[in-house]
């Protein structure tokens, strides 16, 4: 009975059997037909860059001025498009100029006055000269008309000075520009009463030449100063933009502080660079790039290539079978949109740049190789 039962269940179990087992034949049949993943690949570059130190700068301006009311008054006019070019001694601002025009015509009427005054002492210590040559006049009289002639030429020269400081007010009603460069935002409208505790009335920059000021450690200035005493060029310095990029024009350092700051070790270096596009602004944070020493020999892939982990950096390398694998790599600095590879990897060996999400180690892969 038991054989029979036995014998029955094989019969009914066995056509399940051979269903799952073509349905797995099925799904292996599929995955084998499935094509290679194509992916984008760029050969190992074998080429000689310059060691390169990088350093965080900030961009200061040559010079910068903030423009001021020296007087107070109503502002009339403004004469400038804000962030417009300036040249030095251009009109920028006017301040109500009636009151000090006033000013200077009561002034200069009392001085007609004084002359007057000072042309009838003259007069007088005549007479009483020539009256006591005579004997026939008192030395106090002469004293006296003498006296009011000196009071009479202190009083002119007490209102020539005060002309001379009206005519100054005067000319600090019309604000113009100390230097040559760009202006910024006007912070008071036109109407408003300025005096000389008002804020600015604006910034005044001077962009190009530019100034980039970064700090450097006390171990890099020793380095550099022994390569410089063993032959080696001058550090070329450079600026890479926010985006990446290299700011195309190369600095040169002309100033170090004398001082350290104790909280850093570090010592402020200024390199001055051209900016006639005014890529480069007041405030800008920036890289600066040195580049130390003669050019070696170094292996370059593109920043895209590099993988991270756990365990540190790799790139995906397609050997000559078309199959991917795992390669661990050392990285160095490289200029641009590139590393530097100092162990791992091998002139002229693919890398992936491009499709690294679709393949895993072993993957048979369909290339296509790119510029490197």
Do not use: H, W
């Amino acid at each position: 009975m038991k054989q029979r039962q036995s014998r029955l269940a094989l019969v009914i179990g066995l056509p399940a059997l051979l269903l799952l087992s073509g349905c797995d034949d099925t799904k292996q049949q599929a995955k084998a037909e499935l094509p290679p993943a194509a992916v984008t690949v760029v050969p190992v570059a074998e080429e000689k860059i310059t060691p390169t130190v990088t350093f965080t700068g900030r961009v200061q301006a040559q010079d910068k001025v903030d423009l001021r009311a020296r007087i107070d008054g109503f502002l009339e006019k403004r004469l400038f498009n804000e962030g417009q070019d300036v040249k030095k001694g251009d009109l920028l601002f006017v301040i109500e100029q009636a009151p000090y025009k006033s000013a200077i015509a009561e002034i200069k009427a009392d001085i007609q006055k004084a002359q007057a005054t000072l042309t009838l002492a003259d007069i007088e210590v005549k007479r009483a000269a020539e009256l006591v040559a005579k004997e026939v006049g008192t030395q106090k009289r002469l004293d006296d008309v003498t006296t009011q002639q000196a009071r009479a030429r202190a009083e002119i020269a007490r209102l020539k000075a005060s002309l001379e400081k009206a005519e100054l007010n005067l000319s600090y009603a019309e604000i113009r520009a100390p230097l040559a460069g760009r202006i910024g935002r006007a912070t008071v409208s036109v109407g408003n009463y300025v005096g000389p505790s008002s804020e600015p009335l604006a910034t005044i920059v001077r962009q190009d030449p530019i100034y980039v000021s970064f700090p450097v450690t006390q171990r890099e200035m020793l380095q550099i100063k022994k390569d410089r005493k063993s032959g080696e060029p001058e550090p070329t310095i450079y600026v890479r933009l926010a985006d990446g990029s290299r700011y195309a024009q190369a600095g040169k350092a002309d100033f170090v502080d004398v001082t350290v700051s104790q909280g850093t070790d570090t010592v402020q270096v200024r390199a001055t660079f051209p900016n006639p596009n005014r890529v480069l602004v007041d405030g800008q944070l920036v890289n600066v790039v040195a580049e130390v020493g003669k050019p070696q020999p170094a292996l370059l892939v593109p920043q895209q290539a590099l993988q991270m982990d756990q365990a540190g950096p790799f790139v995906l390398v397609v050997d000559g079978d078309d199959k991917v694998e795992v390669r661990r790599i050392e990285v160095g600095p490289a200029p641009g949109a590139q590393v530097s590879v100092t162990r791992g990897l091998k002139a002229g060996e693919r890398v992936i740049t491009e499709g690294v999400q679709k393949v895993r180690p072993g993957d048979a892969v369909r290339t296509t190789e790119a510029k490197a």
